[in-house]
């Protein structure tokens, strides 16, 4: 297991490298000048503009910036943001909370019902339950996520006034950031009635991020269910006289779990890397808008850290899934 | 009265094509102590039959019998909560790939407890206690740390044992075998068939064993039933369905057994098995058979007397008549 771990973290470099390449070359293939944006609609002079040139470092050869890039990642440091003057580091890191809760919500949602919703439609395939169940989640899947969130913006928040309309919590309450998670701060901070708005204010962006997700869950489960049900072992679990629930929830469903298990890894790691369109819509501040925002200002150290931490998270998520497999199933823990 | 008594079960199923009948019309009856061969070729609905009596059949199927009774039981009137505390305790079934038949999931000992812990209300020791008492009983070493080992991690005799253990594990008092060892090496084949012998002798349940192989008919059963496309043709002691098949079916069967053969080409059975579409009229295998004549070809055969084998045949074979086949 050790063995296979460590074999899993060596494969991480080739995969770093590319990833810094790719983010490296990607931001400064985009035309525009970051320190033409930066000045505005002001102008500077020519000289000015050399002198920040040199700054940055722009009159480097490209290869020679790369190379001070990677050996500033190397040494931990991703680099100031040209329009915030902070880290690239600090500022992921006081964003990123807000995304990672708002994902784990998202895909929590997305398992807990898109597993037994496939389950279900596979036992009863072909059935009305079924048919209904997969049309919708083909609805879902396909639907515009902006024109569905502003859907249930104006249902539950506009003409039902049960939800809050955007941001992490209400104005009335303030406190400092111990976790980043405002549901465990808010719960620190002791004062009545924060959780509860944290919590109001996760559940519509959470519905939307977890839509499609649970769209596709829920289809992978239901195909996956039907391979297995067709399997001997079935066969052998209904000859014992066990309950359909047992037969179906425990003796299908965990044979069923592998392909299930990789979507899932593969919507978190889409969910980490910042669902642009739910954070902007309803504010968010998330990583996702971050990174938008930063392309648009061409700020390279921003777009280049900002990728570089994103997919060393999905990297991180593909490793937990990889070890998962184990886990699931017996004949894959030996090799 | 008969442990299990079955007449005229008939299964359906409904197709793309219309329905079809896998079985059609079958009686099974057997007694305590009793072991019963069912033969026939692939497609002659022994398994399917089996497969009903167990309520194991998709819902495509319609089920239709005159009696289905286990113990006194009426299976028929049962719900399926009801059905499914019979079966995998006093009916329970092993089927013919034993290295599919486990999941591959959970461990040999996981699922030997599992249908403890359905039917009988031991505790955790005693579940345990029998799981590794049920392992000694089919002959599977060390069953300790057998009991923790993943279907990949045995072999298919040893599969087929744990099978037979899970199948046991509640007494059962008849226990169907769905070819047991046609998935098996020749001599794992004998060891099975030894340890399903032995077990039936030692604790007095009555066996049924689906097979298309007469060598293990001969070795093992008491009685025969062979089925020919879902009906039953013929059913005799299975000395005397040796010494004189009355179906014709039944001695074409016999006469392709290598070690009959007296001549150098062994004899076949022209033909195949019908299917959905090309269902004789008259006697099903009446397009086979080297007696049949425009009787057989357009009449249902009536079903003879049990001095005859109950052989569902216009002309059955005597004595003379199979010495004259041969």
């Known amino acids: 297991m050790l063995k296979f771990f460590l074999a899993r973290l060596l494969t991480f470099v080739p995969t770093f490298i590319g990833v810094t390449l790719i983010s490296f070359a990607f931001i400064r293939v985009l035309p525009g000048d970051p320190i033409i944006v930066m000045a505005g609609e002001r102008g500077l002079s020519e000289a000015r503009y050399q002198e920040l040139r040199e700054q940055f470092g722009f009159d480097q050869p490209l290869i020679v910036q790369f190379w001070d890039y990677l050996t500033g990642i190397l040494h931990g440091n991703l680099g100031m943001s040209y329009v915030t003057k902070k880290p690239v580091w600090d500022e992921f890191f006081a964003l990123f909370p807000a995304t990672v809760e708002l994902s784990l919500c998202a895909i929590v949602i997305a398992i807990c019902l898109g597993i037994p919703a496939g389950v279900i439609a596979a036992v009863n395939r072909g059935k009305f339950f079924d048919r209904a169940l997969m049309s919708t989640a083909l609805v879902g899947y396909s639907m515009p996520i902006f024109w569905w969130a502003l859907l249930l913006i104006i249902v539950f928040s506009g003409n039902l006034g049960w939800t809050p309309v955007s941001g992490r919590i209400d104005l009335l309450y303030y406190f400092p950031d111990t976790t980043g998670f405002m549901l465990i701060d808010s719960l620190l901070s002791g004062q009545k009635g924060a959780f509860a708005s944290a919590v109001d204010h996760l559940i519509l962006p959470s519905i939307v991020l977890a839509t499609i997700p649970l769209a596709v869950i829920a289809r992978q489960t239901r195909s996956a269910m039907l391979e297995v049900l067709g399997e001997d072992y079935i066969r052998t679990a209904r000859a014992k006289g066990l309950a359909p629930i047992r037969v179906s929830g425990l003796h299908a469903l965990r044979n069923a779990l592998i392909p299930v298990v990789t979507v899932i890894g593969l919507s978190v790691g889409v969910l980490l890397a910042g669902a642009i369109l739910t954070e902007t819509i309803f504010s968010w501040p998330g990583i996702g808008k971050w990174m938008v925002d930063s392309i648009y200002r061409r700020d390279y150290p921003v777009v280049q850290g900002g990728l570089l931490l994103i997919a060393g998270m999905v990297m991180i998520v593909n490793l937990i899934v990889d070890l998962l497999y184990g886990v699931i199933n017996p004949k894959i823990r030996k090799r | ?326």
């Open chain 2, 1 to 326: 009265m008969a442990l299990l008594s079955i007449r005229n079960l008939s299964v359906e199923f409904s197709t793309a094509g219309g329905p079809f009948r896998a079985v059609d019309g079958v009686d099974v009856t057997v007694d305590t102590g009793d072991i019963l061969a069912i033969v026939g070729e692939s497609g002659s609905g022994k398994s399917v039959s089996m497969m009903a009596l167990m309520g194991l059949l998709p819902w495509t199927a319609r089920i239709t019998a005159d009696e289905m009774s286990f113990d006194g039981t009426d299976l028929r009137r049962l719900t399926a909560r009801q059905r499914r505390q019979v079966i995998g305790r006093d009916i329970s079934m092993i089927f013919q790939e034993p290295m599919t038949s486990l999941n591959p999931c959970f461990t040999a000992g996981f699922q030997i407890k599992e249908t403890l812990r359905q039917h009988l209300k031991l505790d955790r020791r005693a579940r345990h206690a029998r799981a590794i008492e049920l392992m000694e009983m089919v002959g599977i070493p060390d069953p300790e740390r057998r009991l923790n080992a993943f279907p990949h991690q045995l072999s298919g005799g040893m599969s087929q044992r744990v099978m037979i253990a899970m199948a046991l594990a509640c007494q059962p008092r008849l226990l169907i075998a769905d070819e047991p060892t046609t998935a098996l090496d020749v001599t794992i084949q004998a060891q099975i068939l030894d340890l399903l012998q032995g077990l039936q002798q030692r604790t007095g349940m009555a066996l049924i064993l689906i097979t298309h192989d007469m060598g293990v008919v001969a070795e093992t059963a008491q009685r025969v039933q062979v089925q020919y496309a879902g009906q039953k043709v013929e059913e005799q002691p299975v000395r005397a369905l040796f010494e004189t098949p009355h179906h014709p079916y039944t001695a074409a069967l016999l006469a392709a057994l290598p070690e009959r053969a007296t001549e150098r080409r062994l004899p076949t059975i022209p033909g195949v098995v019908p299917g959905q579409f090309d269902r004789p009229e008259g006697c099903l295998f009446s397009p086979r058979c080297r007696f049949a004549d425009d009787t057989c070809r357009h009449s249902p055969p009536p079903v003879q007397p049990p001095a005859l084998g109950i052989a569902r045949c216009h002309y059955p074979l005597d004595t003379a008549a199979t010495e004259a086949a041969r």
